[in-house]
């Protein structure tokens, strides 16, 4: 069964950072992208980052670029998301899904963790 779990959410405050972790199991990782997404009450889903299988191919949201970092550890068959100088425009619910490659389609998401920024 594959499964994902986000964790690493919380409350901070605005220029503050957090890191996420989306935990992932029940495939080959190796083998996918994970994007991270991100849900605001009364907006739509918004894909925040993307890595590739292999880490060579990255992509950002222009809202989110020079401040966020996506990494991933195969042998720990996770991916990070490190959020800095962060702003109240960016709380949301964080989801992260997977898929063959970041311009495809995501067949598989985990439940989210809730970022909240305060001015």
């Known amino acids: 069964e594959v499964q994902l779990v986000e964790s690493g959410g919380g409350l901070v405050q605005a220029g503050g950072s957090l890191r996420l972790s989306c935990a992932a199991s029940?495939?080959?990782?190796?083998?996918?992208?994970i994007a991270w997404f991100r849900q605001a009450p009364g907006k739509e889903r918004e894909r925040v980052s993307c890595?590739?299988?292999?880490?060579?191919?990255?992509y950002y949201a222009e809202s989110v670029k020079g401040r966020f970092t996506i990494s991933r550890d195969n042998a720990k068959n996770t991916v990070y998301l490190q959020m800095n100088s962060l702003k109240p425009g960016d709380t949301a619910v964080y989801l992260c899904?997977?898929?063959?490659?970041?311009?495809?389609?995501?067949?598989?998401w985990g439940q989210g963790t809730q970022v909240t920024v305060s001015s």
């Open positions: 899904a997977t898929g063959r490659f970041c311009l495809g389609a995501y067949n598989n």
């Open positions: 029940g495939f080959t990782f190796d083998n996918y992208a």
């Open positions: 890595i590739s299988s292999s880490g060579g191919y990255i």
